[in-house]
Nanobody
Framework: QVQVAESGGGSVQAGGSLKLSCVSS????????MGWFRQGPGNKRGEWVA?????????YYADSVTGRFTVSQNNVPNTVYLQMNDLRPEDTAKYFC??????????????????WGQGTQVTVSS
């Protein structure tokens, strides 16, 4: 059984930075692709932010965060990070880490991922 757990959220002012972490465990093939999503007040489904292929470390980003956010990994101990720089009030959301098996690319919808963490809140004030 695959499990993921996020940490690292908080409150910052616009222009600030935060780094989120996601630790995964369980069946390796079931977490071949790790993704970050966020759910703000106006988005019930969850917006895909970034994803990383665990094997190749290839990364993918939503247009809204390209150039500001960086997803990376540390295979020991199975941790994926989301470094968020130049944060804006519109980045305010609950951020979720998610895992899936199989191919890994971008522009996902929430239903493409099978395992989810509990989420961590990020609040950016102007």
């Amino acid at each position: 059984q695959v499990q993921v757990a996020e940490s690292g959220g908080g409150s910052v002012q616009a222009g600030g930075s935060l780094k989120l972490s996601c630790v995964s465990s369980g069946y390796i093939a079931g977490r071949n692709c790790m993704g970050w999503f966020r759910q703000g007040p106006g988005n019930k489904r969850g917006e895909w932010v970034a994803s990383i292929h665990v094997g190749s470390a290839e990364t993918y980003y939503a247009d809204s965060v390209t150039g500001r956010f960086t997803v990376s990994q540390n295979n020991v101990p199975n941790t994926v990070y989301l470094q968020m720089n130049d944060l804006r009030p519109e980045d305010t959301a609950k951020y979720f880490c998610a895992a899936r098996g199989g191919a890994c690319y971008g522009h996902y919808v929430a239903q493409d991922f099978t395992t989810w963490g509990q989420g961590t809140q990020v609040t950016v004030s102007s």
